[in-house]
Nanobody, 127 residues
Framework: QVQLVESGGGLVQIGGSLRLSCAASGRTLNRYIMGWFRQAPGKEREFVAA????????YYADSVKGRFTISRDNAKNTVYLQMTSLKSEDTAVYYC????????????????????WGQGTQVTVSS
């Protein structure tokens, strides 16, 4: 059974940084796409970033490009999301998810491409 566990969320000031982690069990990440999504109150869950773990190919939403970095540690079967220059609009619950390794890049931002999800971790950016 696949299990994804996010951690690292919290309260941070505008302009600050956080690093989220997503630890996986039951699935070897280097065969899959790993994605980060977020959902703010009253809004739909939106794509943030994704990585093809085997090749380190990455893809970002325009809203986070240049501020967020997705990476992986194959030995730990863990994917990270380094978030810098945080803005109030980055406040949300952040989820990691995994998709089949054959998923084409153009579909990485679609929620329906992902079959397993974590429980989420809250990120609050405040002044």
């Amino acid at each position: 059974q696949v299990q994804l566990v996010e951690s690292g969320g919290g309260l941070v000031q505008i302009g600050g940084s956080l690093r989220l982690s997503c630890a996986a069990s039951g699935r070897t990440l280097n065969r899959y796409i790993m994605g980060w999504f977020r959902q703010a109150p009253g809004k739909e869950r939106e794509f943030v970033a994704a990585i093809r773990v085997s090749a380190s190919t990455t893809y970002y939403a325009d809203s986070v490009k240049g501020r967020f970095t997705i990476s992986r540690d194959n030995a730990k079967n863990t994917v990270y999301l380094q978030m810098t220059s945080l803005k109030s609009e980055d406040t949300a619950v952040y989820y990691c998810a995994t998709a089949n390794g054959g998923t084409v890049l153009s579909q990485w931002q679609l929620r329906t491409s992902y079959d397993y999800w974590g429980q989420g971790t809250q990120v609050t950016v405040s002044s």
